[in-house]
Structure formats: C-alpha cells, structure tokens
C-alpha cells in the first residue's frame, strides 16, 4: 500500500494564503511598491509626467466621455507597457548580464511594445487635436 502523502508545506509566496481584504491590501501594497520602483526608470518617469498634463488636457479635448476614456486610456495604455516592458527588462538582467540572442529578442520585442503604444497614443490625439481644430 503506498504511503499517504504528507502535508503540504507552507506556500513559498505569503500571498498565495491570504484571502479577501488581506490579500486585497497586500496587493495593493506590491502595486504601489511597483509603481515606485518605475517612478525611478527614466522612461516611465517622462510618460508620468506627461500624464499629469495629457489627463487633464482629455476631459478638455474630449467632446463625449468616449473620446475623453479613448485619449486619458490611450495615455495609461503607454504607461501599463512602460511597466511591463521594464519588468521583462529587470527579470532578463537578473538572470545574467551576459548577451543572449533570447535576452535580446525579449528585451527588443518589449520595446516594440512601447513603441507601438506610444504610436497608438500619438494617434488618437492627433485625430482629436485635428477634429477639434480643422474639421469643426
């Protein structure tokens, strides 16, 4: 007869056993943590700062609260990739600091992320700035 499997130990990540508010506030705690550690990556900390002007500017700008949501969206999209980007980047480094053709096509293809949103987000306001301005 096999022998029964003996308990489980404890979860390596605390999180992963906190449940309801806990797990709730806790998380929201990683989240600030994480917006904190982008705030100290150049990029991100340029695209924050265009946000406080760029947020603003869309309740102005938007004449509908969908083209208001498409122009601030389009703004938080380019910071969510910045994040994003910047973890893929932080996770490759971590793992060694040697080149890699791996290393490189994760790090290129967060980049082209970033560019693509941005693309996206100079696009959206570029129509809008064209409607408001010269299409009446």
């Known amino acids: 007869m096999p022998a029964s499997p ?21 998380a929201a705690g ?12 150049k990029a991100f900390r340029q695209e924050a700062i265009a946000a406080v002007v760029l947020l603003p ?12 949501a498409l122009l601030a969206g389009s703004v938080v999209i380019v910071m969510i990739v910045e994040l994003l980007n ?12 040697e080149w890699h053709d791996l290393s490189k096509r994760a790090k290129d293809m967060g980049s082209a992320a970033v560019l693509l949103a941005l693309l996206l ?16």
């Not at 500017?57 to 208001?68: D, N, Q």
């Not at 987000?121 to 009446?136: M, P, S, T, V």
Request: a positive charge; hydrophobic letters at 45%; one cysteine or more.
């Open 86 to 97: 910047t973890g893929i980047e932080t996770a490759i480094d971590r793992i060694g600091p």
């Open 6 to 26: 003996t308990p489980s130990a404890a979860p390596a990540n605390p999180q992963k056993a906190r449940t309801g508010l806990n797990r709730i506030w806790h």
């Open 121 to 136: 987000c100079i696009g959206i306001w570029a129509a809008a700035l064209f409607q408001r301005f010269f299409h009446g």
């Open 30 to 41: 990683y989240s600030i943590e994480g917006l904190r550690a982008g705030w100290n990556e």
């Open 57 to 68: 500017l869309s309740l102005w700008l938007g004449r509908s609260w969908v083209e208001v």
